[in-house]
C-alpha cells in the first residue's frame, strides 16, 4: 500500500473509533487493530494521537465539499433569496448527517469531552460560515426585507430544527415523520422560519 492510501486507510479507520467512542475512548492500538498495522505504522505517519484526532478532522472537512456549499450560499446572497439561503443551510446539515454521521458523532464526542482541540476544530471552521449568514440577515434586515429578531437566534433556528430532525432519524433511528422525505421536511424547516421572519404586510384598504 502506497504512503497516501495507508494514511487515508488510518484516517478512515481512527474516524470509526472516534466517533463510536470518542478522543478518550479509542486508543492508537484499538486504530491499528481495526487498521492491521502495528501502532508504529500509525507514529510513522502521525507523530501522536492528538495529531492524528486532528488529522481525522481536517480530512472531514476536506470530504464534506464546504467550499461548493459555500459557492451555492453566496449565489444565493447575491440574488437576495432569502428563502433560498436557509434551504442552503438546512440541506447541507441534512445531507452531513445522510452522507456519513460519523464527523458528527466525532462533534458531539469533543463537546461531551470537552476536547479543546476538537471545540477548537469546530469552530474555527464554522465561525466564518456563521458569520457570513449573520452579516446577511443584517443586510436584509437593513433593507426592511426581514424582521428585526436576533440574527444569531435566526440561523439557529433553521440549523436548529434540521440538526435535531438529522439527529433524531439518523443517529437514534427514529423514522421521519408520516414518511416525509427530506426534502418536504426541509422545505416545512424553510417555510417556518421564512413566515416567522418575514415583515407583516399591512391588509389594503378597501376602495370606497
Known amino acids: 500500500m502506497s504512503a497516501s492510501d495507508r494514511r487515508q486507510q488510518l484516517l478512515e479507520t481512527a474516524l470509526d473509533l ?9 486508543t492508537t492500538k484499538e486504530i491499528a487493530a481495526a487498521a492491521g498495522v502495528t501502532e508504529a505504522i500509525i507514529f510513522r505517519h502521525f507523530i501522536n494521537k492528538q495529531t492524528l484526532y486532528k488529522a481525522v478532522l481536517d480530512y472531514t472537512v476536506q470530504a464534506s465539499n464546504l467550499d461548493g456549499w459555500l459557492a451555492e450560499t453566496k449565489a444565493c446572497m447575491e440574488r437576495n433569496d432569502d428563502a433560498g439561503l436557509l434551504r442552503a443551510l438546512a440541506t447541507n446539515i441534512l445531507k452531513s448527517y445522510r452522507k456519513d454521521p460519523r464527523f458528527e458523532r466525532v462533534v458531539l464526542f469533543a463537546a461531551l469531552e470537552g476536547h479543546e482541540v476538537g471545540l477548537a476544530h469546530h469552530h474555527q471552521v464554522a465561525m466564518p460560515v456563521y458569520e457570513l ?35 433524531m432519524t439518523q443517529l437514534f433511528g427514529y423514522g421521519a415523520p408520516d414518511d416525509l422525505s427530506d426534502d418536504q421536511a426541509i422545505e416545512t424547516f424553510t417555510q417556518i422560519v421564512m413566515n416567522g421572519i418575514q415583515p407583516a404586510v399591512k391588509p389594503k384598504k378597501a376602495s370606497k
Do not use: C, W
Open 133 to 167: 449568514l449573520r452579516d446577511y440577515i443584517v443586510r436584509r434586515q437593513r433593507q426592511g426585507a426581514l424582521r428585526g429578531y436576533n440574527p444569531g437566534v435566526i440561523i439557529e433556528a433553521i440549523a436548529g430544527m434540521t440538526q435535531h430532525y438529522a439527529m
Open 18 to 26: 472516534f466517533s463510536r467512542k470518542g478522543f478518550e475512548g479509542a
